[in-house]
Every structure is written in structure tokens, then in C-alpha cells.
């Protein structure tokens, strides 16, 4: 999930300040959640060798990585972010394939050349950010003629796991919100309309969106449950009372306590533009 909502005036702004949340989220979200719809997201983008590819809100860079092991060693990768703990984290990582470069800056004001990009990618960020038309026309001005812009978001046709199950359990047990509305999931994800409406509101009128399922899926409970601690909220309850602390992380562990291994069904909206 995107740090770019760091670019809300209504508090947010801090939520990405732990040290703790790049690495959690790149031992604990990405590789179960971000790593499988990173590469779907790829297929549909229709990503060739030897092209260029700025990766927009890239968090750990899982889409940057999986976009330059496809492109091979003559395409070239950009991962911008507005968060300097997670670029810094995407320059740890490294990448077979193309090179790789990071750049941190907003959604909103991409620091690139107009026309120099072949594809724009972004995964799962669009909705945390506020000016979300702003930031397609400029991944629009980043790309040459005939190129593509392609996003995925979370649909609020499906349930969202495991954040839903995050949400719920913290809100019952009245843990603080990390920013205002950060337990209302309609901050996170969209519909196929909604992405529809911001692609023409930023200018495009070649726009193919789909939905999709994709399976999930952790080693056990325990880890599917870790992944609290690559979000603003795993901040938030390693600062409470111990025992509560423990309390939660438990009950969270309960929901996904079964069958190893643990298997839940994602749902994302796919949009490509084509200038």
C-alpha cells in the first residue's frame, strides 16, 4: 500500500515516519499481497522488453523490481516515492534486469521531463491520494505519445484483506486511528466508475478497466497477522499497554487460524489510458 497519502493536510502526513514500517512492509505485505499484484498488474500493462517504466507511489518498489526483471538489461526503471524511508528502501533491494533509479517526490508534481516514459505504473496508491486527477495527468505529461498509464486499486467490491480484518479488530478495541478516517475504507480503495471518472477528469479518453481476484496467500497466521506492522497502525499498537498490545496481535492471529496455509481472495481494479 502506497505512502503517498503523506500528501494530506488533515494529519497524515506522519503516518510514515516509523522506521520500522519499510522493513515490516517488505518482510510482511509485500511479498504475499504487493509481489502477486504487482505482476498482474505487469500482465495487463502489456510491458515490453527494453522500454522505460516510472513506477509512481512505489512504496518497497515491489512493482519496480518485477517491472525490471521483465524489461531485461537495456530497459530502465524509475521508482518514485514521496516517502524517503521506503525510496531508501527500493535502493537497499536492488534488482536483476534493468537498471533501477529512485526519485522522491509527489504524485502530484512528478520531478520528470515531459514525454519520457514508454508506461506509467501505479499500484494500489491512487486512492490515497487527494488530488487523484492531478496526479493522472501527470503521469499523462510523464508519458511519450502512444504510451500507456495502468494503475490497480483495491475494489470496494471485495473484501480487503488482511487490512479489513486490521481495521476491525483495532476499531473494536478503540485503538487510535494513526490519521483522521484512517478506519474508513473508503480512503483505500475504488470502483471501476470511480477510476473511470478521474482517468477522463485527467484527459484520456482511451481507458480499458477491468476487475479482477487474485488468491493470497501466507505460510501461517502468524505472519498473515505481521503484516499490522507494515501499516501506520503497527505504529500505533506497539506504543500501547503490553498486554493489550498482546491481546491484539492475538485476536488478529485467531482470524486467520486454520488450515497452513493461510488463503483469502483479493480484489483489484485494473484501468490502463492510452496517449
Known amino acids: ?16 515516519t516509523d522506521l520500522n514500517i519499510p522493513q515490516n512492509y517488505h518482510k510482511y505485505l509485500e511479498p504475499y499481497i504487493f509481489q502477486p499484484w504487482a505482476e498482474r498488474l ?37 521508482a518514485s516515492d514521496i516517502s524517503p524511508v521506503m525510496v531508501a528502501t527500493i535502493i537497499t533491494h536492488g534488482s536483476d534486469g534493468a537498471p533501477i533509479d529512485t526519485l522522491e517526490c509527489q504524485a502530484t508534481s512528478l520531478t ?71 478506519y474508513d475504507k473508503n480512503t483505500y480503495v475504488m470502483s471501476e466508475e470511480d477510476i473511470t471518472n478521474v482517468f477522463a477528469e485527467a484527459g484520456f479518453s482511451r481507458i480499458d478497466v477491468r476487475t479482477e481476484q ?11 497477522a505481521s503484516g499490522l506492522f507494515g501499516t501506520p497502525f503497527g505504529a500505533v499498537v506497539s506504543k500501547l499497554d503490553p498486554f493489550l498490545n498482546q491481546q491484539v496481535i492475538d485476536e488478529i492471529t485467531n482470524c486467520f487460524d486454520g488450515i497452513k496455509p493461510v488463503t483469502r481472495l483479493s480484489g483489484s481494479v485494473l484501468a490502463r489510458a492510452f496517449t
Open 1 to 16: 500500500m502506497s505512502t503517498e497519502y503523506k500528501t494530506d493536510r488533515s494529519g497524515r502526513a506522519s503516518a510514515f
Open 42 to 78: 505487469l500482465d495487463f500493462a502489456d510491458l515490453k522488453s527494453g522500454q522505460t517504466v516510472l513506477d509512481v507511489a512505489s512504496g518497497t518498489g515491489a512493482v519496480a523490481r518485477a517491472a525490471a526483471r521483465r524489461l531485461g538489461p537495456y530497459g530502465r526503471v524509475v
Open 112 to 182: 520528470v521531463q515531459d514525454h519520457s516514459f514508454d508506461m506509467v505504473l501505479c499500484q494500489q496508491g491512487l486512492p490515497f491520494i487527494p488530488e487523484r486527477a492531478r496526479a493522472i495527468r501527470e503521469m499523462r505529461r510523464a508519458v511519450r505519445d502512444g504510451g500507456v498509464v495502468c494503475v490497480a486499486v483495491f475494489s470496494c467490491d471485495f473484501r480487503c484483506e488482511p487490512f479489513e480484518t486490521y481495521l476491525e479488530i483495532l476499531r473494536d478495541r478503540g485503538v487510535p486511528p494513526p490519521y483522521p478516517n484512517a
Open 214 to 224: 487474485i488468491g493470497i496467500t501466507w505460510p501461517n497466521a502468524e505472519i498473515a
